[in-house]
């Protein structure tokens, strides 16, 4: 039968659940006093990835995506469930896949514990649950006037590439070949957001492009924003192309990032620092929050930039 | 912004959780010293459901099928996920829908406390999670040598009823009207799984028909099960026309019963009674576990009934 081959491809032990894959439910028993995080994401082909893209490169976005919710919430990975529609029961494809998927699971220590299969459009449905401590997560609505803001990582290096694969921003291959790393294989923050328990103020992934997602942190908190242009964190081959506005554009809302956008008190930078040193990953602070409401991001030369475009709504497009 | 709309029809109050709806994950405090049983199941239109269904009844059986994973392993509902894709942000079927959605969870407690929307062909991925005290759980592998074997409800309808509809099986008009409510609003047996913690000896949902499910208990269980046909508990109208093949497949075979198939020691029949008298469910005793594997379904007239398709597979198609 074709389902024992799904059986096959993403069976593995569970050590860490009750009970995995295999009966009406899975059963998972919760670290005492912890509580859950849980998100829960859907990723379709001709939307989310391309029909010619890598089976394994999209069995590891599209777990990385919801590690990624864990992360900006200072969460640690547990257990997930994936539900997925198939055209057909594709061996290699489904063989692929589970190498990306799985990869990236035990990179962050996250159990495959249930799921469903069906045949349709490719589909991916994932649910993934992670623990942190009562009163430790990191939510959006903490950001405080004169706090810091800060991003994990660079940015608009996923954006640039899809924007080069789609023609609309000239690249040089070679520096093409730079930034397409990060459309298909996003690192979520994990290390990072646990590091920051107790330190961020609020927090939130970059996943719609940077001023949309802090726009969420802002519009939670009740507070503005007033960011440098010069200090965002971009690869240097991308700054290359920072007099295109596209390029510009892929920066400050082209999205797919995954990295960690945060706030936290100025008093506290040398506890960031150290939160990122142990998470070994590079955190940039790009402006602080403002007591009155709106975003603003300054150019080089003290103005205003003109920002009509925060990031995208699915559908909006 | 389009995705209002969605907010709207799908924010509650969800006063049993930590944070719903609105960050990057859902916050949940697991009650103290209970184990979580999850399960994720998608739904695919032109496949799970019809275009011209109802959108209310769509969103009653989506989470009812989920509520039924939770109900075969005697959990009590508690939080769910909804990602769903739709080929447009259509404001009354959204508002149908979750109408539909809404009234089972509220008359089985579980919130809506998270998901994820898009655009592409109607899909629905849900994923449940209920709790259960440690060592409760009705498994599968549990059954032994001389158990009853034991269904709720009544089975064969929803298979009758799409059967009719795909012209596969004449049935008079006024008969049809008294199987089709099985096909469109199953009801999940929560009631009846958390009565039969601690009697029940195995339990699976009849979700792909009940030779297949029951098959799931034996081969887990590692015995053979032995059944009175005439013992089936079927709706008098579909009596009526069990001298059809098509009709007796329904009924052994046919699928999306939602009715609970489980197993208990011939000693505990008046405890399984009291409990589907506590549940306000009808129970019927339908035969017995071998020691020796397989199936058998016995005839009224005591010859083995030819049983050649145990459930479908949603591959074998």
Not at 12 to 29: E, F, N, S, W
Not at 158 to 185: H, N, S, T, W
Not at 210 to 233: C, N, Q, T, Y
């Amino acid at each position: 039968m074709e389902f024992d081959l799904i059986a096959r491809h993403f069976t593995r032990a569970t050590p860490g659940a009750v009970l995995g894959v295999g009966d009406d439910c899975a059963l998972l028993a919760p670290s005492p006093g912890m509580q859950l995080a849980v998100t829960s994401d859907m990723l379709l082909e001709g939307r989310h990835f391309a029909p010619q893209d890598s089976p394994a490169g999209i069995g590891h976005k599209a777990l990385a995506v919801n590690l990624s919710d864990l992360a900006a919430m200072g969460a640690t990975p547990r257990w997930a469930t994936l539900s997925i529609a198939l055209p057909a029961a594709d061996d290699a494809w489904l063989a692929a896949f589970a190498r990306g998927f799985f990869r990236m699971a035990e990179l962050h220590g996250i159990e495959l514990v249930g799921g469903d299969t069906t045949r349709g459009p490719l589909t991916i449905a994932i649910t993934a649950i992670g623990e942190i401590p009562p009163g430790q997560a990191l939510r959006r609505n903490g950001a405080q006037a004169g706090d810091d803001v800060w991003v994990s990582g660079v940015i608009g290096s996923a954006a640039a590439a899809l924007a080069y694969r789609q023609g609309r921003l000239f690249m040089e291959q070679i520096d093409a070949a730079k930034v397409l790393p990060a459309l298909y294989l996003p690192a979520p923050q994990i290390a990072l957001g646990i590091a920051l328990r107790g330190i961020a103020t609020s927090a939130i992934d970059i996943s719609d492009g940077l001023l949309a997602d802090l726009g969420h942190i802002l519009e939670r908190s009740s507070a503005g924003a007033r960011l440098e242009f010069a200090a965002l964190p971009v690869l240097p081959v991308l700054q290359a192309y920072l007099h295109e506005p596209v390029a510009r554009e892929c920066v400050l809302a082209g999205g797919d990032d995954y990295e960690l956008c945060f706030t936290a008190p100025a008093a506290r930078r040398d506890a960031v620092r150290a939160a990122a040193e142990t998470a070994g990953v590079a955190v940039t602070r790009i402006g602080h929050i403002t007591s009155g409401p709106g975003l603003t991001v300054v150019a080089p030369d003290g103005q205003p930039l003109p920002v009509d475009k925060t990031g995208y709504d699915h559908f909006d497009e």
